[in-house]
C-alpha cells in the first residue's frame, strides 16, 4: 500500500519565521539528510528512472542491508520518502512535492 504524499512543510525560509510546529518538522527532514547513506539514498531514489527505485537496486552503498532498511525508515518517518511493498520488495518514491516544498524551503519569497 502507497504511504500518503507528504505536505509541503513551510514558507520559504526568507518570507517569515518559522512557527515552533514548521520548525520542528523541517529539522527533522534536515536530521534525516544529515546523514551520508540517508542522502546518498535520497539521492538515488529521487534520481531513478521514474522517480521510483526498488530496494534491490538502491541498497549499495556500503553499509549492511538492515542498516539500509533503518536508513530508508528514517527518510518516510522525516516525510521525505513514500514506499510500497509489492510482493518481497519495497519500492521508494520522492514525491515531487517533497522536492517542490525543499526547493520553495530554501528560496527567496517573492
Known sequence: ??????????????????????????AKMFKALGDPVRLRLFSAVASHEGGEACVCDISDVGVSQPT?????????????????????????????SVLAAMGQLLSAAA
Not at 500500500?1 to 520548525?23: F, H
Not at 518517518?77 to 514525491?95: C, K
Open 1 to 26: 500500500m502507497l504511504e500518503p504524499v507528504a505536505a509541503p512543510c513551510c514558507p520559504p525560509l526568507t518570507e517569515r519565521p518559522l512557527s515552533a510546529d514548521e520548525a520542528e518538522r523541517t
Open 68 to 96: 539500509v532498511s533503518h536508513h530508508l525508515k528514517k527518510l518516510r518517518e522525516a516525510g521525505l520518502l513514500t514506499s510500497e511493498r509489492r510482493g518481497t520488495w519495497v519500492y521508494y518514491r520522492v514525491e515531487p
